[in-house]
Structure formats: structure tokens, C-alpha cells
């Protein structure tokens, strides 16, 4: 279990989360967009650069840190956590873990202040799951690369001042070849062509990017040429902690309604909570949801001691996502008809919850990381 100080950043962000985000909950999701004013209470109170060391102007905390600000920002409001999660862990880590310093100098102070909001540009429309089939490229120029690409289902697309853009420096049928770029979005011939219109998550904007002959300088390559996959898995390692994080928010959120539900909803002359059948249901969203939470604590602590994380991290995101899928779906039927009606909140926990078992890996995904690491040691 985590020790006091994680209990009192929590309990910092879950009175932010109750005074700020949730009564914003429902405006966002019918809007589709997140207040401007939200994101600058956000990058005030260090949650854009959360894990950020203070000498690149962050709040200077670890990673267990962020995995409790993005599971009570999201048990607020789903499209709030992802906002924070996709700009911390997709975008600013790999700039913090594999950036050179002038890199870090130049970025990091914007990122973590919430000037930039950051993407991480990996799919395409024909590469998702198999990320090594893309076919964006980076042609070398001498002191600049040129890239050209369609890049597809990009968090924070629409708001993003900065992209981590994956792309071959070297033709490919595999992943061989792939480099990683740090592009700011004004540059020439980046452009935002299409915001998706989706099932949950609505305040969060998912886009589809085109790069046309976007001139990248040279000292805008992260880390070194063909390193681009072992980039983006690293990075996909720990995004999934955060998306986690996110799926546990959401089973939260929709647990508490139901139990609330539960007590004040009178059925057969009893309150709902004196029925077995929905006791019964409680109990496994308990469980599942404080399992869930013990596994993103586990992999956030390994990734913060600097070992091995990847199947635990899989193992979190696995679990919670599929927690909060199930977890919305329960919480639906505690509540009968009324849960599924836009006047309660839980048919927006059902349609946020679908997401976490797709992006970022999906669950099936998440199992052959799992079993490849079970069976790595006996082949």
C-alpha cells in the first residue's frame, strides 16, 4: 500500500477533481471540448508536467504521483484524464527519457507549464495494432528531414503545439528503419484534416493529421536514427499505466453512483443495497477496482525504481480497462432504466470505459505482451 504522501496528493486531487472537473463532466462530454479556463487550472496546479523534474520548470514528482492524478481527474471526467495523460506520458516522456539536453531545454519548460499541449503520433491508417507497418517517411536532406505521412486516431491532436512523430528513415516491411521525431505542429505542411466524431471520450479530440513535405531539423531527431520502435514501446509501456490510471477513474466513478443509487432507490418496500443480488454486484466492482489499483501502483513504483515494468503494466491496463467496462455495465444495471438515461451519468462512465480496453494497446495486445514475458525465460 502507498504510503502518506501519495494520500495526501490524492486527496489534493480528488477535492480539485470535485470542485473543478466533474460538474464540467457533462458540458464537456456534450460540447465536445474542454474548457480552455480547465486546462490552465490544470498546468497551475502542476498536473501537465507532474512528473517533470523541477529544474525543466515541473512539478518534480514521480510517476505513482501521476497515476493517482490521472485516475481522480478521470473519475471527474474521463476526457480530462486522457487530456493530461496523452500530453504527460506519450509526449513529454520521451523528450524527458530520451531528449538531449538542449532537447529538454527547449520543450520540457513548455510542456510541463501547459503552454504546449503535446500528441504522440504513431498510427496510421493502416498501422494501428501493428505499428511496424507504417508507412510515413522521413527523407534525409542534409541538415533537415523532410516527412511525409498520414498519421491516424492522434490524442490532443487538435490542440497540440508539439508531436512525437514516428516515421522510417529507412524503407522497411517492418519496424527496422523506424526513427522518432520531435515536429511542432506550425510547422509547414502539418495539418490537422479530420476530428473524429466517437462513442465516449467526446471532450477529448481525436484526430487524423497529414504531413506534407514537413520540414523537420536535424536536432529535432530523438535519440538516434532506426531507435524509433524501441521508442515508441518504451513509451506505450508506460502510457498504458496512465491509461489504467484512467479505466480505474472511470469504474470509480461509476461504483460510487451505484452504491449512492443503491441506498436512496426503494424497490419490494427496501432500499436496493438490503437485496443480495445487488450487494453481490457491488462486492465484484469493489474488488475488481481495488485489484485494479494494485496493480497501477505496482508498475508505477517499478517504472519510478527504474526496473522491469512492461508485463505489469500490461497486467494494470488489462485488469482496469476491462474492470471499467464491466464495472459501467453493472452499474447500469443497478440502476434499471434510469442508468440508461442521459439524465444519470452512467451511460456517459459506459461509452468512456470502451475506450481503455483499444487505445493504447489493446486487450488482446495486452495479453501477448503478457504471455510473451511468461514464457520468454522457456524457449
Known amino acids: 500500500m502507498l504510503d502518506q504522501q501519495y494520500k495526501e496528493i490524492r486527496e ?3 477535492s480539485f477533481t470535485d470542485k473543478e472537473v466533474a460538474p464540467l463532466a457533462a458540458q464537456i462530454d456534450s460540447e465536445g471540448k474542454i474548457p480552455e479556463a480547465l486546462v490552465a487550472k490544470l498546468a497551475e496546479n502542476g498536473f501537465m508536467g507532474s512528473y517533470v523534474p523541477e529544474e525543466y520548470g515541473g512539478a518534480g514528482m514521480d510517476y505513482t504521483s501521476y497515476s493517482i492524478i490521472v485516475e481522480e481527474l478521470s473519475r471527474g471526467c474521463a476526457s480530462t484524464g486522457v487530456l493530461v495523460s496523452a500530453h504527460t506520458s506519450l509526449a513529454t516522456w520521451p523528450i524527458l527519457e530520451y531528449g538531449t539536453e538542449d532537447q529538454k531545454k527547449k520543450y520540457l519548460p513548455k510542456l510541463a507549464s501547459g503552454e504546449w499541449i503535446g500528441c504522440f503520433c504513431l498510427s496510421e491508417p493502416g498501422a494501428g495494432s501493428d505499428a511496424g507497418s507504417l508507412t510515413t517517411m522521413a527523407e534525409d536532406k542534409g541538415d533537415h528531414y523532410v516527412l511525409n505521412g498520414v498519421k491516424n486516431w492522434i490524442t490532443n491532436g487538435k490542440e ?3 508531436a512525437i512523430v514516428f516515421a522510417k528513415t529507412r524503407k522497411t516491411d517492418d519496424h527496422k528503419g523506424m526513427s522518432a521525431f520531435i515536429v511542432e505542429t506550425d510547422s509547414e505542411g502539418f495539418e490537422v484534416q479530420k476530428e473524429e466524431d466517437k462513442l465516449g471520450i467526446k471532450g477529448s479530440s481525436t484526430t487524423q493529421i497529414v504531413l506534407e513535405n514537413v520540414k ?3 536536432e529535432n531527431l530523438l535519440f538516434k536514427e532506426e531507435k524509433g520502435f524501441r521508442i ?6 508506460g502510457g ?3 491509461i489504467a490510471a484512467q479505466a480505474v477513474g472511470i469504474a470509480e466513478a461509476a461504483f460510487r453512483y451505484a452504491k449512492k443509487y443503491s441506498i436512496e432507490r426503494v424497490q419490494f418496500g427496501k432500499p436496493l443495497a438490503d437485496l443480495q443480488a445487488i450487494q453481490f454486484m457491488l462486492a465484484d466492482m469493489s474488488w475488481k477496482i481495488d485489484a485494479s489499483r494494485l496493480l497501477i501502483e505496482e508498475s508505477s513504483q517499478l ?7 512492461s508485463k505489469t503494466s500490461a497486467q494494470a491496463k488489462l485488469m482496469a480497462s476491462e474492470t471499467a467496462m464491466w464495472v459501467a455495465v453493472k452499474a447500469i444495471q443497478v440502476c434499471g432504466g434510469n442508468g440508461y438515461t442521459k439524465e444519470y451519468p452512467l451511460e456517459r462512465h459506459f461509452r468512456d470505459a470502451k475506450i481503455t480496453e483499444i487505445y493504447e494497446g489493446t486487450s488482446e495486445v495486452q495479453r501477448i505482451v503478457i504471455a510473451a514475458n511468461e514464457l520468454k525465460d522457456l524457449r
Request: charged content about 30%; glycine content about 4%; cysteine-free.
Open 12 to 14: 489534493m486531487v480528488a
Open 160 to 162: 497540440a503545439k508539439l
Open 216 to 218: 523537420v531539423p536535424k
Open 232 to 237: 515508441a514501446l518504451s513509451t506505450l509501456d
Open 240 to 242: 498504458r499505466i496512465g
Open 303 to 309: 517504472k519510478d525504481k527504474k526496473m522491469f515494468y
